[in-house]
């Protein structure tokens, strides 16, 4: 069965510092990959994805992604981290079908 | 505005008693999904639907049913056969089921069992 780890639960970094955010996939074959970003008690909202094609991809609010077929990898990076980027970080995965299956989900936390 | 709404925001039930979130978009998407969050746990399908009339089960769909009666509406009933229905569910919808489509979420409803 797919299945997409976040090995870090709770990550804390300074204002302006860079981030990463790690995900890792198991599907053998190209998956379709996403971020998504929650605020406390709100819904979710698409940070970018990946399909095929440039592996480094770029999405709102200053973040990418790089696709990393050799390591199973789509991590999160930011060059400098803002107060307001303190929120829940889901990476998901489609896998082969059609249906999102998600991380367990990074809280990152920004100190000032 | 075009979007996803859910209410209420927070619900309260008592143990033994079904209760019923809704869930409207207005988005013109064909297909709609039921999440359940838990701390640690990621989000967990619930049920699918990705046309009027038809619906999936997900991942954890004991103790939960649906129905899909139009478009835009998919309301989620938590049974009393849920053993623990504490928890944050969030309802989201795609253009349809395609794979990859970008799937657009609520706001979410706490619902509380007292």
């Known amino acids: 069965a797919q299945s997409v780890t976040q090995p870090d639960i709770h990550i804390t970094v300074s204002e302006g510092a860079s981030l990463e955010l790690r995900c890792n996939y198991s599907?053998?074959?190209?998956?379709?990959l996403f971020w998504y970003v929650q605020s406390p008690g709100q819904g979710l909202q698409l940070l970018l994805k990946?399909?095929?094609?440039?592996?480094l991809v770029q999405g709102i609010k200053g973040f990418e992604a790089e696709f990393k077929r050799s390591q199973s990898s789509f991590n999160l990076r930011k060059p400098s981290v803002h107060w307001s980027d303190a929120a829940e970080y889901f990476c998901?995965?489609?896998?082969?079908?059609?249906?999102?299956?998600f991380g367990t989900g990074t809280q990152l936390k920004v100190e000032l | 505005d075009g979007g996803i709404t859910q209410s209420p925001k927070y619900l309260f039930r008592k143990e033994g008693q079904n209760v019923t979130l809704s869930c409207e978009q207005n988005?013109?998407?064909?297909?709609m999904y039921w999440y359940r969050q838990d701390p640690g746990q990621g989000l967990r399908l619930i049920y699918y639907?990705?046309?009027?009339?038809?619906?999936q089960k997900g991942d954890i769909a004991e103790g939960y049913s649906v129905s899909r009666e139009k478009k835009e509406s998919f309301p989620l009933t938590v049974t009393s056969a849920q053993k623990n229905p504490t928890a944050f569910y969030l309802c989201?919808?795609?253009?349809?089921?395609?794979?990859?489509?970008?799937?657009?979420f609520g706001e979410g409803s706490w619902l509380t069992v007292v």
């Open positions: 989201a919808s795609s253009t349809d089921g395609t794979v990859g489509n970008t799937i657009y």
């Open positions: 990946y399909f095929s094609g440039d592996t």
């Open positions: 599907y053998g074959a190209t998956p379709y």
């Open positions: 988005l013109n998407h064909d297909a």
């Open positions: 998901a995965d489609t896998g082969g079908g059609n249906k999102l299956t």
């Open positions: 639907s990705q046309i009027v009339n038809d619906f």
